[in-house]
């Protein structure tokens, strides 16, 4: 559905993003990771063909996004980061002012501008000044309006920023329920979110493709360690010191809290120390409440892959 | 076809919907009305060759009102989409980058003729009640209407220009003003440099305003108005069409 190749945006002095690649198939919901200023918005500005690459290429459902692009502009429904709005249209108003613009009419029109009003709950405020809404049902009519002509492709800039929790929620059903139906490209920094909804992520860093992979696999295959949390009563020895001993263990932070010794232990990659631990503890009779492992999260991928070398 | 109509209403409804608009219509009819009054005041101080029609588009309030009209009109059209980002919500839709910038100009076009129809109207009223005669013939009422149709079209293709340029209303609305009464004094340049040369005279008669409206005023229909400005307009336009490509590009 999207075929980037060798894509490069240089802005006067900034090199946005740099020889980038990656398809997305039909079906498929990609979650767009990466820290501030990688270049996602600017890859989707170009996928939507606001604006051209320095070099490169990119199609989307066959047609290229700069010599074709009104082709391809019609398989797309985008939102865009700043969700930008008429704020002189009221909410209705402004549906069927662009689901016409998108070659919309007559009954389908009005049909397909209920059903989105009804898929991202403005039905409220349909009558309302878009200058007067609040910013999470900017955000839905947003939503609503990329979603207004049935399109193959939907790429949403960081479409649940600004929503409440219970929003948040609701869009993520309505994304996995897209799903089904539509190809997604979706940029977030929800990281929960992208674990839950997508079937794949790719993750940039300065422009440059850092990972691209399910979510289960990126996580299975981090380099980095795991983390055992203890939280003991030691007596008078001292847990750093002892549990630094213990082959695997990379450091210690311990935190003291109404007598019990909360301990915070990064191990190396693959290996599981709880048992070495539960044997020093009794060695050293020490009084165990808590002794798990927490297992390494999308989060943990992120911050090793985009903060490695900084 | 159905998209530009879609993009026209669009943009004739933020023309209709918006306060500015009826502020500058109040100020039009004013200024008209005054114009209207001091015309017939005028003539019936002394018996005159001149028409009404010809003594209100030649005085000082009219042209005010014609060359102030042409920035606020058009100082909204590009530099609000991109100063609210809503450019790219537009851009990104199936349009043609020629559909917005003819649908934008084609709006302000519609408004600004639109704003005339009042003193029309005056015209209209004043003959019926009986004094065709000081209107002078059909034609003569007509031709002024038209020339102000085709100055228009150049005048709003400058403001389109200048609103492309900027992201800030204010400093669309200067430059264009500037362009609008660059052009109107550039005539002058002749009163100006000492004993001008021919060629800079008939180069200048091409953009003399004050004289056209004149000839057009008295019925005198001046052939080369109609091959300038309309090759002007669409050339502005074909500028625009760039300035506001590689502003997006650029975005
Ligand atoms: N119009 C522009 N002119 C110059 N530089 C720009 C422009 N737009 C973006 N940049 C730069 O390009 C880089 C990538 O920006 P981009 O907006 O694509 O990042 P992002 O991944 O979307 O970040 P965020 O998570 O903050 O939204 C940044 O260094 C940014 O400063
Ligand atoms: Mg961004």
Request: proline share 3%; with cysteine; charged share 20%.
């Amino acid at each position: 559905m999207i075929k980037v190749e060798q894509l490069t945006k240089k802005y006067p002095g900034v090199t946005a993003i740099s020889d980038l690649s990656f398809e997305v198939g039909k079906g498929e919901i990609v979650g767009f990771l990466g820290p501030n200023g990688a270049g996602k918005s600017t890859t989707m500005r170009i996928l939507s063909s606001f604006m051209p690459a320095t070099s490169g290429r990119a199609s989307i459902a066959g047609h290229d996004v700069f010599s074709d692009s009104l082709r391809a502009r019609m398989h797309l429904g985008y939102l865009p980061e700043s969700v930008p709005l008429y704020g002189d249209m009221r909410v209705s108003e402004y549906l069927r002012y662009r689901g016409s613009l998108k070659g919309l009419s007559g009954k389908k029109l009005r049909n397909r501008v209920e059903v989105v009003k009804e898929l991202c709950s403005v039905k409220d405020v349909e009558n309302q000044l878009i200058a007067t809404l609040s910013k999470g049902y900017r955000q839905r009519v947003g939503l609503a309006e990329a979603l207004v002509h049935e399109p193959d492709l939907l790429i949403l800039d960081e479409p649940t920023i600004g929503l409440d929790p219970n929003q948040i929620r609701q869009v993520r059903e309505l994304i996995k329920s897209l799903g089904e139906r539509h190809t997604i490209l979706l940029s977030t920094h929800i990281l929960s979110e992208v674990e839950m909804t997508c079937s794949r992520v790719i993750i940039i860093h300065r422009g440059k493709i850092e990972a691209s992979d399910t979510p289960e696999n990126l996580v299975g295959q981090i380099r980095t360690s795991g983390t055992v949390k203890v939280e003991a009563k030691t007596g008078s020895d001292d847990p750093v010191q002892m549990i630094e001993k213990i082959p695997g263990v990379k450091n210690v932070s311990v935190n003291m809290e109404d007598g019990w010794q909360q301990c915070s232990i990064r191990v190396e990659a693959n290996s599981d120390l709880r048992e070495a631990i539960f044997r020093l503890a009794i060695a050293r009779h020490w009084v165990v409440r808590e002794l798990t492992q927490e297992r390494a999260t999308l989060e943990d991928v992120f911050v090793e892959l985009t903060q490695a070398d900084d | 076809m159905r998209r530009l109509l879609t993009l026209l209403r669009r943009e004739l409804s933020v023309f209709y919907y918006s306060p500015i608009a009826y502020i500058v219509l109040f100020f039009f009819l004013i200024l008209n009305g005054l114009s209207f009054w001091f015309a017939i005041a005028l003539l019936n101080r002394a018996p005159s060759e001149n028409t009404v029609v010809q003594v209100f588009f030649n005085s000082a309030f009219f042209w005010i009102a014609y060359l102030l009209v042409f920035p606020v009109i058009t100082m909204r059209l590009f530099a609000e989409e991109f100063k609210l980002g809503t450019i790219e919500t537009l851009m990104t839709a199936p349009v043609r980058d020629w559909e917005v910038v003819a649908s934008k100009f084609l709006a302000a076009l519609i408004f600004y003729l639109s704003l005339w129809l009042p003193s029309l109207l005056y015209f209209i009223v004043f003959g019926w009640l009986g004094n065709r005669s000081a209107i002078g013939s059909a034609g003569q009422l007509w031709a002024p209407y038209l020339l102000l149709l085709i100055m228009g079209m150049f005048n709003v293709a400058l403001g389109c220009l200048a609103s492309a340029f900027t992201s800030n209303q204010i400093v669309a609305a200067m430059i264009s003003l500037v362009l609008t009464i660059g052009f109107f004094f550039l005539t002058l340049i002749n009163y100006v440099v000492n004993n001008s040369s021919p060629f800079l005279r008939d180069i200048t008669a091409y953009v003399a305003q004050l004289d056209h409206m004149d000839s057009f005023s008295r019925g005198v229909l001046d052939s080369r108005v109609f091959v300038f400005y309309p090759s002007m307009t669409f050339l502005l336009l074909v500028m625009t069409y760039q300035v506001f490509q590689y502003r997006r590009w650029r975005a």
